[in-house]
Structure formats: structure tokens, C-alpha cells
């Protein structure tokens, strides 16, 4: 059975942190492209990060210098610490593998101004 679950969001001020986790089946996981996406409200999913599964990272524009993805695959655990954090993330945030077509139920994070 595939899952996600995803846990860390949160409120928070601008400027602050959260690390996001995201377990994973090991169908799902394992020697597959992870990444991070968001959905702002009324807005379309986005992606923010993906790691490959020997941990190279690539970022979005937006995600860049303030966010790192990270990976551990003896736990099937994907990781997001998301650092200086702006009004501009707050969004509902999912795990999946690159293509993958379905989804947990995310995380929320909000951050205020």
C-alpha cells in the first residue's frame, strides 16, 4: 500500500523556521526522485525541491538559500527545514515522487507578517 504522510507545518512568524518530515512507502520512496511541493490557496501545486536518491538537491528560484531538502532512506523520511520564512510560503505542503500521482493529505504551514 503507498502512503505519504506528511507533519511539521505550522504557524509562524516571518523570518522563522519549521522542518517539515514526510515518511514515505517504500514503494514510493526508495530509488526515486523525492521532492517538496506547495499549494497556496487558490493557487495551483507547486514544486519546491526534489533530491535525488543519492541526495543531490535542486531548489526553486523561491526556495533557494532559505530552504534544504534532505533524504534518509534507511527510514524513508524526506526532510524540508525551511529558514527566513515569508508570507509567500504559506501553502499546504506534500511529499510525492517525481511523477508520482497520489498524494497525502500535506502539511499546513502559515506564515504571518
Known amino acids: 500500500q503507498e502512503e505519504l504522510v506528511e507533519s511539521g507545518g505550522g504557524l509562524v512568524q516571518a523570518g522563522g523556521s519549521l522542518k517539515l518530515s514526510c515518511v514515505a512507502s517504500?514503494?514510493?520512496?526508495?530509488?526515486?526522485?523525492m521532492g517538496w511541493y506547495r499549494q497556496a490557496p487558490g493557487k495551483q501545486r507547486e514544486s519546491v525541491a526534489f533530491i535525488s536518491p543519492s541526495s543531490n538537491p535542486t531548489y526553486s528560484d523561491s526556495a533557494k538559500g532559505r530552504f534544504t531538502i534532505a533524504r534518509d532512506n534507511a527510514k524513508n523520511t524526506l526532510y524540508l527545514k525551511m529558514n527566513n520564512l515569508k508570507p509567500d510560503d504559506t501553502g499546504v505542503y506534500y511529499c510525492?515522487?517525481?511523477?508520482?500521482?497520489?498524494w497525502g493529505q500535506g502539511t499546513q504551514v502559515t506564515v504571518s507578517s
Open positions: 517504500e514503494s514510493i520512496f526508495s530509488y526515486n526522485f
Open positions: 510525492n515522487k517525481l511523477g508520482g500521482e497520489s
